[in-house]
């Protein structure tokens, strides 16, 4: 289905998931560029598998942790999540906004949750 094997799938998303904590730990975003150019297994920072895969990262987090860990990986020249989170994000969180400012201050929001949480 993607780029990646299936036998490979998991150990893949433990390096990208380890790339978001990282990132939250230090409080500053990674971009999809920056994970694809380290992992080398993604076609590239539009993969569908990254895409996939960060999905996947963030309904565990959100299921274990209450966060969607994915908030710190961004678009290089649009500096927000790409439209996939915020997509996750209506389906995960309840009353999430609707309103694209109202979207964008839950986000922003909910990245300072994320870096406060992993930098106790």
């Known amino acids: 289905m993607f ?3 299936d036998e490979d799938w998991e150990a893949v998303k433990a390096r990208v ?3 978001l904590v990282a990132a939250a730990r230090r409080g500053t975003p ?3 560029s920056d994970i ?3 992992i080398r297994e993604f076609d590239g920072p539009h993969s ?3 895409a996939w895969m960060l999905g996947e990262i963030s309904q565990e987090s959100w299921a274990a ?3 969607m860990l994915s908030a710190f990986a961004y678009l290089k020249h649009q500096h927000v999540p790409g439209t996939g989170f915020f997509d ?3 389906k995960l969180v309840p009353g999430f906004p609707e309103d694209e400012i109202g979207r964008l201050t839950w986000w922003g929001r909910h990245v300072e949750t994320i870096r406060q949480r992993y930098n106790q």
């Open 3 to 5: 780029e990646i094997d």
């Open 17 to 19: 998931r380890d790339d």
């Open 30 to 32: 990674i971009y999809y």
């Open 36 to 38: 694809t150019n380290r």
């Open 48 to 50: 569908r598998a990254l």
């Open 65 to 67: 942790e209450g966060v």
């Open 88 to 90: 996750l994000a209506e």
